[in-house]
């Protein structure tokens, strides 16, 4: 059964960096686009950025220029630095694979990121 599983987050204080990892079981992360979606509390989930066709990737405007998604296919695995936190950035992260070509999606559980001084 295809799964994601999303690590790296934890504290850390405003300004600071992270790197959110995205584990691929079950599935090749080459077979699909990878993104990466965030909720903070009391509100809902909202795009951070998502691989779109020819390479391109989508970002928010709230995370272009600090946050940059990557791949590593050989490793089954996705990433997320984010630079330049802000305590906005605090919230859940989520791994998100689309497949390509298909209707298929695949979610992580999430991982918490906290910004805070």
């Known amino acids: 059964q295809p799964q994601l599983v999303e690590s790296g987050g934890g504290l850390v204080h405003p300004g600071g960096s992270l790197r959110l990892s995205c584990e691929g079981s079950?599935?090749?992360?080459?077979?699909?686009?990878m993104g990466w979606y965030r909720q903070a509390a009391g509100k809902g989930r909202e795009l951070v950025g998502m691989e779109a066709n020819a390479g391109h990737i989508n970002y928010a405007d709230s995370t272009k220029c600090r946050f940059a998604i990557s791949r590593d296919n050989h490793k089954n695995m996705a990433y997320l630095q984010m630079n330049n936190l802000e305590s906005e950035d605090g919230a859940m992260y989520y791994c998100?694979?689309?497949?390509?070509?298909?209707?298929?999606?695949?979610w992580g559980r999430g991982t918490q990121d906290n910004v805070s001084s």
């Open positions: 079950g599935m090749f992360l080459s077979d699909y686009a």
């Open positions: 998100r694979g689309r497949g390509r070509g298909t209707d298929n999606n695949v």
